[in-house]
């Protein structure tokens, strides 16, 4: 009678994080060390890849691979990075972190059901947070007359042009002209 016994492996989990500009920022570290606290083991049970690119435009080649590799879950930093998820791979489940509101730009349903393979956080609750926040910058800066608005011309994050559309409207009514700048590429 032969006995043979093998070892139950552990799944390893497939896990990657998508950023334009550096990796070594704070919600990077955040998730890395969530993530260890919940159990998960880079080369144990966790195959992080870190995904830090010079442009929007790298994101969607490597969108479409984790697609096909069938990834566990995506975090995306940023709205344009979970735009180009929810477009390319909506059936993966993503946690975002970016600073526009999830519902209007469109991520999820509703805060309380997200109805969505997305999920996440936000800095703000709604665009309407950058008029307050010109206000509050006009009356630490009574003098001031221009304020420069660099914002994504890219369109994929609705969240700017909601925000920018705020601002347009406060700008004359505190005697602020804008200068819109826009940017086409993160630097």
């Known amino acids: ?19 334009v500009g550096s ?4 919600q990077i570290k955040g998730v890395r060390d969530g993530l260890q ?8 049970n966790l195959a992080l890849d ?5 442009s929007y435009d790298e994101l969607r ?22 735009g180009v998820v929810k477009k390319i791979a909506p059936e993966i489940p993503t946690v975002f972190y970016f600073g526009s509101d999830p519902v209007q730009a469109g991520f999820v349903k509703s805060i309380a059901r997200s ?5 996440g956080l936000t800095l703000h609750t709604g665009p309407e947070f950058e008029g307050k926040r010109l206000e509050i910058f006009h009356e630490a800066v009574p003098s001031l007359r221009r304020v420069a608005v660099l914002y994504n011309v890219r369109g994929e994050n609705p ?12 700008a004359p009514k505190l ?11 993160a630097a």
């Open 1 to 19: 009678f032969v006995h043979s016994t093998h070892a139950q492996q552990a799944k390893i989990y497939r896990v990657a994080v998508l950023v």
């Open 175 to 185: 005697g602020i002209k804008l200068a819109e700048k826009p940017i086409k590429v």
């Open 115 to 119: 109805e969505t393979n997305l999920t």
């Open 50 to 54: 870190i995904a830090a690119k010079d």
């Open 159 to 170: 969240g700017h042009e909601m925000n920018l559309d705020v601002l347009r409207k406060i």
């Open 61 to 82: 080649p490597l969108v479409k691979s984790y697609k096909e590799k069938k990834l566990d879950a995506i975090v995306t930093i940023g709205g344009t990075a979970t």
């Open 23 to 26: 990796a070594d920022i704070p």
């Open 37 to 44: 606290e919940l159990g998960y083991i880079q080369g144990k």
